[in-house]
């Protein structure tokens, strides 16, 4: 028999659809399949609230494979109990769990809202324990944040450790705001900042997406209802924060008056923090959402669909 790290790729082959046909999807992510990756889920910097650091930085465990990856967990009750009550459940140690201090509330130091990344890496980077590696002295160890910003890279690099993922800043704009890829901006100099899909790919492909326009403060979301209103008087349309997910803060129907009193979240740069306004497109019966996640061009299991309820604001899984 082998080992539970081994029996637990095994079931995650099983689970993510690898066949002999593709590659291990573990090899696909970290260049290895005995790699050790260390999940690092906290959210961005300036973001940080006790609900959703629970929630981010748990999302990962169940890719985790026992006595072999790492996750940096927040040290608070919840979070505690959940993973005991995990690693009982699915073979895992106590030692592959990283304590880092939850840094919620509001810094009392100027820019210390903007450091709580690479705090919380430095931290967990000091306590990486020596069982990690113990084991075979081949393994490598790679570091798997959520969201790949400069601070953190230059934390784990400093440690001779190779980071995984794609960098925030992408050409169409930043990957945590991806689902503002699709439609222009309604502001023309920041339009030509970042291209749009509806702009390029859409287009040329002959297909039809929904109208919309994206937004970034408040004057610029009046200004798109304005325009899609002429586009299509009749229409309904569909507010959507683009830093949000899980159907978090979308509005049906949105109203004139809403969207004044819709407030964007303070960001450096005008790309942080968007809004999506688009026109509303009516599904039949059950709603469902196609959805295939991918690691470069692999896609990891077979196609899913998203069960949504409440006219597709609500993901029930």
Not at 210 to 224: C, F, H, M, N, V
């Amino acid at each position: 028999p082998g080992s539970d790290a081994d029996n637990a790729v095994d079931d995650r082959d099983s689970v993510l659809g690898s066949s002999s046909e593709h590659e291990d999807l573990y090899d696909l992510l970290a260049g290895c399949r005995d790699a050790v990756v260390l999940f690092g889920w906290w959210p961005k910097a300036a973001r940080w609230n006790y609900a959703e650091l629970c929630e981010r930085t748990t999302r990962c465990l169940p890719a985790m494979r026992p006595s072999l990856d790492l996750v940096a967990l927040p040290d608070v009750p919840e979070v505690r109990d959940l993973y005991s009550c995990w690693a009982e459940q699915h073979s895992m140690a106590p030692w592959q769990a990283i304590w880092f201090a939850p840094r919620v509330g509001t810094s009392p130091e100027p820019s210390g809202d903007l450091q709580r990344p690479r705090l919380a890496c430095q931290e967990v980077f000091a306590q990486i324990p020596a069982e990690a590696l113990a084991a075979n002295s081949s393994k490598k160890l790679c570091f798997y944040p959520m969201y790949l910003v400069p601070d953190v890279q230059k934390v784990a690099e400093q440690q001779g450790v190779r980071v995984l993922g794609d960098e925030d800043e992408h050409q169409l704009g930043l990957l945590s705001n991806a689902k503002a890829w699709l439609h222009p901006h309604i502001d023309e100099q920041k339009r030509a900042l970042a291209p749009s899909l509806r702009d390029s790919a859409i287009q040329g492909s002959g297909a039809r997406g929904p109208r919309g326009y994206i937004a970034s403060s408040t004057e610029d979301l009046l200004k798109a209802f304005s325009a899609l209103k002429a586009e299509m008087p009749q229409g309904r349309l569909v507010l959507k924060p683009s830093w949000a997910s899980g159907g978090e803060g979308i509005i049906i129907d949105v109203a004139e008056e809403q969207l004044r009193a819709f407030s964007f979240p303070k960001g450096k740069h005008y790309l942080d923090y968007t809004a999506v306004l688009e026109e509303f497109i009516e599904g039949r019966g059950n709603l469902q959402s196609p959805t295939l996640y991918m690691i470069g061009s692999e896609p990891c299991g077979p196609l899913a669909d998203q069960i949504l309820s409440g006219d597709g604001v609500v993901n029930d899984g």
